[in-house]
């Protein structure tokens, strides 16, 4: 053993060694910030350069007019949002469907399982999904130099293959081959999407399958049974039989499951107690010691449908004068204080209803009997303001009051009975009709003839703001906090009413003539009421939240994920969740924001909003606790920001457009005629007054 003197010399040679290593994290924090420091200059150059040689959005059309090649930057394109056909099956009546079943061997059911396990998307679901999945599918052969999927091909099959091997290509070249063991397709059991490659058998295959609607029935069926389940349990408990139904619903949301192993403990005597216990499944034993002897006395035996802890969730600090012992494998329903004081009393502010004072609602019945009374032709299309994969957006001029404009929106119907979206429609119609707020643009009146479906919307002659992002290639905290900021208004007036939005991103905010923006198209919105969810898969890929690609159901949680995103590609101007074709941009989300590193330029208090809005449980997301949007308005990022100016419309904004007259579209990309001439419908989609 060496001497005190010896240790203290070690002792100096150690501490000196951390020392270096600390100077050596100096320095090299220093070259990363200098580097960062170099970046930004450089961008900041970059930007300047831009602004240089980008010309404004006019005469950006008169290059294309004159063919000259534009900046790859200045070629981005919009994102197509994306829905599946609702299921056929009524949720109410899923959990009474019964499941197909085909036998299998055991070395097939496991090989099935690890291919599920094995692939990035799949591998995120329960393991009582897998083994549903695993029980459904159904054997399916292919001979030597087959097409089992054809790019381009619409598809709602997914595959595992047991034997064989085959090869993967896109647009005619050699992407891999693939043996045993692989599943292929996924991305058709989550909507109705177009192959984006060709697998063909080099020899005789055998493989496994399973449909979309097999699928979704067990991923819907799966959560339906454990929140009703949880549900149940809840109310069981006498402290939370006088909560609402809707506070029940998101307290079972938020319950974790949590295994014990028999002789685990769960709870020792001593321990402070900060959570509460329902028993799923298995028995605990509760015991108490005896101080004199410290013998354990037996005091009773809990089994499902028990509970304990739950006066921790009402503020108690409690030291446990028990001992619970698992006495075989024990699944627990647990939620901690914290969580619990979140959720608790937090739907006052959704359940809000949206009262309109007398003088609004005069104003509203003036302007309902004033649009009622026009028709068609009694509009001028001035010029185009946007085009979509349904039709296209005209600006309209009053004939006979040419100081009177509006976006005329013209939806070809053979175009939406073909791909199914009636009811979003329908949807977007009664929603807009009723939405008076001045963050969302408003619908005055709808038309229809034998090939289209108008709708007569309020003129915002600003821009899109996706066309400013473009331009501009990003934000600054300020500019992306008001835009930010017209979205949590327009979100709080369509939550309160109990409707979800689903499709938030820059290419669905347009700026009206004073710089306000303004939500557009709510082709996806829909009115599900409050605490209630829906399943339909819907949203442009980079914007969708983790629950709605796992099909767990969701509500306006998801709107907020989308928050979060739109946050972060206004102030860098792409999103972070993004990958070359939506499978693989849905396995990035589903790994979470954590594992998205954040360029300097995000701000620490932006990067803390982002991710609270980005949480994976929507439970935990900010504006979804119990202080509902509050939350968000109150964040650091937002100190300061005046609130009430941006309600009245008299805080300036970042960006104010130059809007010279009620026709003047210098603001918005010029787009050709529409040539192609729609079949007439035989109106069997539109059997109402639209």
């Known amino acids: 053993m060496g001497t005190l003197r010896d240790l203290q010399y070690a002792l100096q040679e150690k501490v000196e060694e951390l020392r270096q290593r600390d100077a050596l994290i100096d320095e090299l924090e220093l070259e990363l910030d200098q580097k960062d420091e170099l970046i930004q200059r450089l961008q900041n150059e970059l930007d300047k350069y831009r602004s240089v040689i980008r010309p404004a959005t006019a005469q950006q059309v008169q290059a294309q007019q004159n063919n000259l090649v534009l900046q790859p930057d200045q070629q981005r394109s919009k994102r197509q949002a994306i829905s599946a056909e609702p299921t056929a099956f009524d949720i109410s009546e899923l959990c009474h469907v019964t499941l197909p079943f085909y036998p ?29 999945i695993v029980d459904c599918m159904y054997p399916v052969d ?34 891999c081959t693939m043996g045993p063991g692989k599943v292929f397709g996924e991305l058709a059991i989550l909507y109705n999407c177009t192959r984006t490659a060709t697998v063909r058998t080099l020899i005789h295959v055998k493989l496994w399958a399973i449909d979309r609607q097999c699928f979704q029935t067990i991923m819907m069926r799966t959560g339906l049974i454990k929140h009703s389940e949880y549900m149940d349990f809840l109310k069981s408990v006498p402290t939370f039989q006088g909560l609402p139904e809707e506070t029940l619903s998101k307290l079972a949301d938020v319950m974790e ?4 192993d028999d002789g685990e403990y769960i709870i020792r005597q001593g321990a402070r107690g900060d959570t509460f216990f329902i028993i799923s499944k298995g028995k605990v034993n509760v015991t108490k010691g005896d101080s004199a002897n410290q013998e354990a006395i037996h005091l009773r035996e809990l089994g499902r449908g028990d509970w304990f802890g739950e006066r921790a969730l009402q503020g108690f600090e409690l030291i446990s004068d028990r001992l619970l012992k698992a006495v075989e494998p024990v699944t627990c329903l647990v939620i901690d204080r914290d969580s619990f004081k979140h959720l608790i009393g937090g739907l006052d502010d959704v359940s809000n209803k949206v009262y309109e004072d007398a003088e609004a609602k005069a104003k509203y019945e003036a302007e309902n009997a004033f ?3 026009l028709k068609l032709n009694d509009f001028n299309i001035i010029d185009t303001l946007g085009v979509g994969g349904f039709g296209r957006v005209e600006l309209v001029q009053l004939k006979n009051e040419e100081a009177k404009t509006f976006a005329m929106k013209i939806l070809k119907k053979r175009h939406i009975v073909d791909t199914r979206q009636q009811e979003h429609i329908r949807a977007e119609k009664h929603i807009m009709t009723e939405a008076h707020s001045d963050f969302i643009v408003r619908l005055y009146r709808t038309f229809k003839d034998s090939k289209y479906l108008y709708m007569l919307l309020e003129a915002c002659l600003g821009g899109e703001l996706w066309t400013i992002l473009r331009d501009r290639g990003s934000f600054d905290d300020s500019t992306t906090r008001f835009y930010t900021g017209c979205v949590v208004e327009a979100f709080a007036y369509l939550h309160a009413k109990g409707i979800i939005y689903r499709d938030l991103k820059p290419e669905n905010l347009i700026l009206d003539s004073h710089g306000y923006a303004k939500l557009v198209d709510f082709g996806f919105a829909k009115k599900i009421g409050f605490c209630k969810k829906t399943w339909t898969f819907c949203g442009t890929p980079e914007y969708v939240a983790p629950e709605i690609i796992l099909n767990k159901g969701h509500d306006v949680s998801a709107d907020y994920w989308s928050l979060g995103i739109l ?14 074709d939506p499978m693989k941009t849905y396995n990035i989300i589903l790994r979470g924001i954590d594992m998205i590193e954040f360029p300097k330029k995000i701000t620490k208090n932006a990067a803390n909003l982002i991710k609270k809005l980005c949480r994976d449980s929507p439970s935990e997301r900010l504006g979804n606790l119990k202080n509902g949007v509050k939350d ?24 104010t457009p130059k809007v010279s007259s009620p026709i003047d579209t210098n603001n918005f990309d010029s787009f050709p005629e529409d040539t192609d001439e729609p079949p007439p419908d035989d109106n069997s989609g539109w059997d109402y007054d639209f």
């Open 104 to 132: 299998k061997s055991p070395q097939s059911k496991e090989l099935i399982k690890e291919a599920i396990l094995d692939n990035d998307f799949m591998k995120n679901l329960e393991l009582s999904q897998i083994q549903e």
């Open 142 to 175: 292919y001979g030597k130099d087959a097409c089992i999927i054809k790019e381009g091909d619409v598809g709602s099959l997914v595959f595992v293959m047991e034997e064989g091997k085959v090869e993967v290509t896109k647009e005619g070249m050699k992407l």
């Open 257 to 260: 499951e949590t295994h014990y």
């Open 371 to 373: 649009f009622s009374s």
């Open 567 to 580: 946050m972060y590609e206004l102030l860098t101007g792409s999103p972070p969740f993004s990958g070359p």
């Open 632 to 655: 968000i308005q109150k964040h650091k990022w937002f100190e300061g920001f005046n609130w009430e100016g941006l309600k009245k419309g008299t805080l300036t904004p970042p960006i």
